[in-house]
């Protein structure tokens, strides 16, 4: 053959070889593409080997990873990074509200908890509250009153994290926050809309309100500069003198005067007396994985409980967002969540079963009642909470340690109420008290109400391997079961996880409500607007109530610790603003 045919068929058959791969390989790609997109995947996971931060304000995230490269640990960014949110996304928390962390420490090769949640105030009695409702014509506490104000616990959880474990100066730790309060920020897309919101629902409190969070009296648009030098002040006072300046000092002294002004009870006593708690995770096995939880007077129980009762299926051969599976999971919810409204309170008032509730025995009685059809009459088995203002937030250090901590005003920007030159709204967390002298929750002097703020923490043969926080109110618990049965029935990555449609579950008896209440037309099942439509209509055949749309399903945040690469693997909420950043 002459050369010149030969090098013709050689050049025509490379071509068709080339073709033929990159035709495999697309194939194989699209495959690939086609089984993240099942799951509505946004986005890769982020992946690193020396520190990670992830929550739900990137400039936040942004501040714990400076610290962390600065040298400070996980402890010390978690601190920084809480202290940027409640600058710059107050429409979820801030240092008038309370906060939970549960922590990986790897010198000690230990797992702790601390419960920084504030308690009533000592002079509010039970009887002169019930006086001061019916005056006010109300039958429960109302956010909007300075009777809803328990003492903010978050300070003083700061110091308890950081004299246990930090390692950089407070001053250094709450120096990037002072920077922005000073000098301003710009407020990105969700948080602006929420301030807006809460701006136009706040103006009228007494107070500093309108000079603290506002621009004209109105919230900021995307993009524009808050600045908040107050706050910076107090952060400033804080890293100088410590958690005494605002317990023992300065900044209580005026939340006690402003509190005498304008009717509250809150007083310098109270703010003496606080204490965080240092205390043990509640936690249960979910196929092989340790999952822990706060417990006590927050809902994380319900998470436990939850994934009790679902351990009983084989959720996997039956699929992801499969009808079957999702009746499971919906039924366990309103199973556990009756227990919720009965039970879950401060401890130091009542003797509460929580091991019986997260035993392996009392799951198996609760789940004897699922059957192919929706309860609809559901009560406690031992004889709302909607869209809350949280955020979560998780750090990881190039040590090993682990921060897996969630923090409130409880509703957006809490009650309004702005001690003048202090930079910060007062949490309305204590309307979660019940008012029935029957319930365990009922509202007493010097008591810690119900929370739903849950951080979560997942062990895995000994060793650390999920932080996991989903702000929202009465979702936090569906939030954590979902992300957690995506992850581990369901083989999804941790963005992915996150990103997959999401259902809520309402109507379910609330904490607040009377002791002999329970859940009576079987609630309400949402989903976010994605849904196959298919799968609704069987859930309603089952004798599920279905709406599309509408609903809050939560905010996510997560950090995985991939022993055998020696990596950090986070996702974060692709429905809000925030990121999970690393180096």
Do not use: C
Not at 404 to 416: A, E, K, P, V, Y
């Amino acid at each position: 053959m002459p050369m010149q045919a030969m090098r013709t068929l050689f050049l025509i058959s490379s071509v068709f070889l080339t073709l033929i791969f990159l035709l495999m390989f697309n194939e194989t790609a699209d495959a690939q593409f086609d089984r993240l997109n099942e799951h509505f995947i946004t986005r890769s996971e982020v992946v690193a080997a020396n520190g990670m931060v992830a929550t739900s304000h990137p400039l936040a995230a942004q501040v714990g990873l400076q610290i962390l490269m600065q040298g400070g640990n996980a402890i010390d960014a978690a601190i920084a990074t809480n202290a940027a949110m409640g600058l710059m996304e107050p429409t979820g928390n801030g240092i008038g509200g309370d906060l939970f962390a549960i922590l990986w420490h790897e010198e000690s090769q230990q797992l702790y908890a601390i419960n920084a949640s504030g308690r009533s105030p000592l002079g509010l009695s039970y009887e002169q509250l019930m006086a001061e409702l019916e005056a006010m014509e109300e039958t429960r506490i109302p956010p909007s009153s300075l009777l809803s104000v328990s003492v903010p616990g978050a300070i003083d959880g700061w110091f308890e994290l950081h004299e246990r474990f930090g390692s950089l100066p407070m001053a250094d730790i709450l120096a990037p926050s002072v920077h922005y309060a000073e000098n301003g920020f710009p407020v990105p897309e969700v948080i602006a809309d929420a301030w807006r919101r809460s701006a136009r629902i706040l103006a009228n409190r007494v107070g500093a309100f309108i000079e603290t969070f506002t621009i004209d009296g109105r919230g900021p648009e995307k993009g524009e500069i808050m600045r908040n030098p107050d706050l910076g002040n107090t952060y400033r006072l804080l890293g100088e003198q410590g958690r005494d300046v605002f317990y023992r000092g300065e900044i209580a002294r005026k939340i006690d005067a402003f509190m005498r002004e304008h009717g509250g009870y809150l007083r310098f006593e109270d703010f003496d007396q606080h204490r965080s708690e240092w205390i043990e995770t509640l936690s249960t096995t979910y196929r092989g994985y340790e999952v822990h939880q706060i417990g006590q007077n927050n809902q994380g129980t319900a998470v436990l409980q939850m994934l009790n009762i679902l351990e009983g299926y084989d959720l996997s051969e039956m699929g992801f967002n499969s009808p079957e599976a999702l009746h499971l999971m919906i039924e366990a919810k309103k199973l556990a969540f009756e227990d919720r409204a009965k039970f879950y309170s401060d401890p130091d008032f009542n003797d509460l079963p929580f091991e019986r509730l997260i035993s392996k025995e009392y799951a198996a009685e609760r789940r004897a009642l699922i059957s192919d059809r929706a309860l609809e009459r559901v009560t406690s088995g031992i004889e709302g909470l909607r869209d809350g203002g949280t955020i979560f937030l998780t750090t990881a250090d190039r040590e090993g340690n682990m921060v897996s901590l969630i923090q409130s005003n409880f509703r957006g920007m809490g009650t309004g109420f702005v001690v003048p030159g202090t930079g910060f709204s007062f949490q309305n967390r204590g309307e979660l008290f019940s008012l029935d002298p029957a319930h365990p929750n009922v509202y007493e002097p010097g008591k810690r109400p119900f929370h739903t703020i849950i951080p979560g923490f997942v062990m895995k043969d000994g060793k650390p391997w999920f932080t996991l926080g989903v702000m929202g109110g009465e979702f936090q618990p569906m939030g954590h079961v979902q992300i957690l049965v995506n992850m581990i029935d369901f083989g999804m990555n941790v963005q992915e996880a996150s990103d997959a449609i999401r259902w809520l579950h309402t109507n379910s008896t609330e904490p607040t409500e009377a002791w002999g209440d329970y859940l009576k037309d079987g609630g309400l099942v949402r989903f976010e607007s994605d849904i196959d439509p298919a799968i609704v209509e069987a859930l309603r055949a089952m004798g599920h109530k279905v709406e599309i749309g509408g609903g809050f399903y939560g905010r996510f945040q997560g950090i995985l610790r991939n022993h055998e690469l020696g990596v950090y693997v986070g996702g974060s909420e692709s429905r809000a603003d925030g990121q999970a950043v690393g180096y």
